[in-house]
Nanobody, 123 residues
Framework: QVQLVESEGGLVQAGGSLRLSCAAS????????MAWFRQAPGKEREFVAT????????AYADAVKGRFSISRDNAKNTVYLQMNTLKPEDTAVYYC????????????????WGQGTQVTVSS
């Protein structure tokens, strides 16, 4: 049984930083691309960042490029999202997701999802 468990999010002031983690179990972690998505109230879930199985390839949404960084530790079965220079518009529930082999930017590409964690950025 595959489980993805995100760390607790939090409340951060604009300009601040926060790191999310997502621990995976029940799968051969290194064979899965991992991604972060987010969903703000009243909006559709949107792609944030993705990383391939060996961590050598990453991709980001334009809205977070240069501010967010995705990484993974295959020895710990964990993927991270380092978020810097946070803005109020980054407020959302953040989800990690896993996809067999190749990465993608559409939520429909991903097979497994975490429960989500709330990130709130105050102005």
């Amino acid at each position: 049984q595959v489980q993805l468990v995100e760390s607790e999010g939090g409340l951060v002031q604009a300009g601040g930083s926060l790191r999310l983690s997502c621990a995976a179990s029940g799968l051969t972690f290194s064979l899965y691309s991992m991604a972060w998505f987010r969903q703000a109230p009243g909006k559709e879930r949107e792609f944030v960042a993705t990383i391939n199985g060996n961590g050598g390839t990453t991709a980001y949404a334009d809205a977070v490029k240069g501010r967010f960084s995705i990484s993974r530790d295959n020895a710990k079965n964990t993927v991270y999202l380092q978020m810097n220079t946070l803005k109020p518009e980054d407020t959302a529930v953040y989800y990690c997701a896993a996809r067999w082999r190749s990465s993608g930017v559409a939520s429909s590409d991903y097979h497994y999802w975490g429960q989500g964690t709330q990130v709130t950025v105050s102005s």
